[in-house]
């Protein structure tokens, strides 16, 4: 194990097949047709060269794009990595949809969750890494290793009531630079009317991930 401190705590072995593990990417409804020409999502590194429609807190992005380094992956930037979660509905959601990022209350309708497995991701043949918690925390340990896995408190990441817990329910996937469409496998939105624009905006590709209301995603 390594990064910023090595995951120490230890929990009970669990079986967990990457191949069945889903991870969850979540970016504004108005992000979509820059990753559809793109071929997939960017790291924030690359993003931050364009004029995405950005949903989380400006400095703790650029904390993840000059200050927390992956040791694992040659110290490289959090903000060098396409994140995702390992739950739907995370905290990150909730103080975007409360209005602390800039959006209006209520916002999370046009957020949308763009979703894979750990076994898609890590088949990319890039480097990848598994944080214990929020990888722009300054406290956040990294691995990539598989067994780090067993170490995840599973039970914050999938509670509905996390208080206390966000840490270590906002533990993330890390992907270097690019995750390519062609591994995407689900968008979830918000509403009927959401997701009827996602399938709109997908008319015309190849590569067609299921497009689900998913209301219990959501605050």
Same mark, same amino acid.
């Given at each position: 194990m390594c990064g910023q401190n090595s995951i120490a705590t230890k929990r009970p072995k669990m079986n967990r097949e990457p191949d069945r593990i889903p991870i969850y990417h979540i970016t504004h409804l108005d992000n979509l047709p820059g990753i *559809?020409?793109?071929?997939? *999502? @960017? $790291?924030? #590194?690359i993003m931050?060269? =364009?004029?995405? !429609?950005?949903?989380?807190? !400006? @400095?703790? #992005?650029? =904390? =993840? *794009? $000059?200050e927390i380094r992956v040791g694992c992956c040659g110290g490289r930037f959090v903000g060098e990595?396409?994140?995702?979660?390992?739950?739907? =509905?995370s905290p990150m959601l909730y103080t975007i949809n409360r209005g602390n990022t800039g959006h209006a209350p209520g916002c999370q309708r046009t957020i949308l969750h763009l979703v894979s497995t750990l076994a898609a991701g890590i088949g990319q043949n890039r480097a990848w890494a598994i944080s214990d918690g929020n990888a722009g925390a300054s406290h956040v340990s990294f691995s990539a290793d598989l067994a780090v896995l067993a170490e995840l408190d599973w039970a914050a990441i999938h509670a509905r009531q996390w208080q206390g817990r966000i840490h270590q329910k906002s533990a993330e996937f890390l992907l270097a630079d690019f995750f390519a469409w062609t591994n995407l496998q689900r968008i979830g939105c918000h509403s009927d009317q959401i997701a009827l624009q996602v399938i709109n905006l997908l008319k015309n590709q190849t590569n067609l991930p299921d497009v689900s209301v998913e209301p219990n995603w959501y605050y």
């Amino acid at each position: 194990m390594c990064g910023q401190n090595s995951i120490a705590t230890k929990r009970p072995k669990m079986n967990r097949e990457p191949d069945r593990i889903p991870i969850y990417h979540i970016t504004h409804l108005d992000n979509l047709p820059g990753i *559809l020409s793109d071929g997939g *999502l @960017h $790291s924030d #590194k690359i993003m931050a060269q =364009r004029n995405p !429609t950005a949903i989380g807190y !400006t @400095h703790i #992005k650029q =904390r =993840r *794009l $000059s200050e927390i380094r992956v040791g694992c992956c040659g110290g490289r930037f959090v903000g060098e990595f396409v994140p995702f979660y390992f739950c739907p =509905r995370s905290p990150m959601l909730y103080t975007i949809n409360r209005g602390n990022t800039g959006h209006a209350p209520g916002c999370q309708r046009t957020i949308l969750h763009l979703v894979s497995t750990l076994a898609a991701g890590i088949g990319q043949n890039r480097a990848w890494a598994i944080s214990d918690g929020n990888a722009g925390a300054s406290h956040v340990s990294f691995s990539a290793d598989l067994a780090v896995l067993a170490e995840l408190d599973w039970a914050a990441i999938h509670a509905r009531q996390w208080q206390g817990r966000i840490h270590q329910k906002s533990a993330e996937f890390l992907l270097a630079d690019f995750f390519a469409w062609t591994n995407l496998q689900r968008i979830g939105c918000h509403s009927d009317q959401i997701a009827l624009q996602v399938i709109n905006l997908l008319k015309n590709q190849t590569n067609l991930p299921d497009v689900s209301v998913e209301p219990n995603w959501y605050y």
